[in-house]
Structure formats: structure tokens, C-alpha cells
């Protein structure tokens, strides 16, 4: 069983930053950031490979970055000019399994197994 604990959370302005961090209990090949406002559908985010090739959803891809630092093996998602529409609980996921067509899945939460319990962003405006 794989345990997924997230931090960083919190609340921010319009045009704010915050740094969302997640530590998983052991080694992961796929990891990736949800969120999910309330009434909506959880959305995939932004994905990190094994091989630490990225990719972010389009609402996102300017402002947000995901990261992994390998040493640690601490998954992060540092958010930069933080909009009210970007207020949502933030999920980490993870995954031991390799992903064929990653691009194509990689923002999918059928991709992954392993979820942490979230962490709530509130942006104000």
C-alpha cells in the first residue's frame, strides 16, 4: 500500500503563489496533481513521468509547474499568479505501473491508484 501525504495548502489573493508539496511512501513511475471545486468534476492538472517529463492542462500550463525531487522523493506543484477559478481541493496521485501513450492518459485519474486525502486552496479576489 502506498501512502500519499500532501502539505501546502492554504489561502492566497488574486495573483499569489503557493506551493503544494507530496511525499509519497515509497517510489512512484507516474505521479500527478487533481483538483476538484465543489460541483465539479475532479481535473487532472498537471503530471510528472518517471523519467521527469511533464505536462499541465492548458488552464494551468503558464502559471502552475510540477516537479519531483528524486533524492527526497517529494512530488511539488508550485502555483504562480493564482486565480479564484484555481480554488479547489488538490489531490495527489500516484502510480507504480508504467503508462503507454502518457500524454494521452497522464491527466486521466483512471491512470492512477493511489490518491492522498487533499489539501484545500482557497484563492481570493
Known amino acids: 500500500q502506498v501512502q500519499l501525504v500532501e502539505s501546502g495548502g492554504g489561502s492566497s489573493q488574486a495573483g499569489g503563489s503557493l506551493t503544494l508539496s507530496c511525499a509519497p511512501s515509497r517510489l512512484q513511475y507516474n505521479m500527478a496533481w487533481f483538483r476538484q471545486a465543489p460541483g465539479k468534476e475532479r481535473e487532472g492538472v498537471a503530471a510528472?513521468?518517471?523519467?521527469?517529463?511533464?505536462t499541465a492542462a492548458a488552464s494551468v500550463k503558464a502559471r502552475f509547474t510540477i516537479s519531483k525531487d528524486n533524492v527526497n522523493n517529494i512530488l511539488y506543484l508550485q502555483m504562480n499568479s493564482l486565480k479564484p477559478e484555481d480554488s479547489a481541493m488538490y489531490y495527489c496521485?500516484?502510480?507504480?505501473?508504467?503508462?503507454?501513450?502518457?500524454?494521452?492518459?497522464?491527466?486521466?485519474?483512471?491512470?492512477?491508484?493511489?490518491w492522498g486525502q487533499g489539501t484545500q486552496v482557497t484563492v481570493s479576489s
Open positions: 510528472i513521468s518517471r523519467l521527469n517529463i511533464t
Open positions: 496521485a500516484a502510480d507504480t505501473r508504467p503508462l503507454e501513450d502518457w500524454f494521452r492518459h497522464s491527466l486521466k485519474q483512471y491512470a492512477y491508484t493511489y
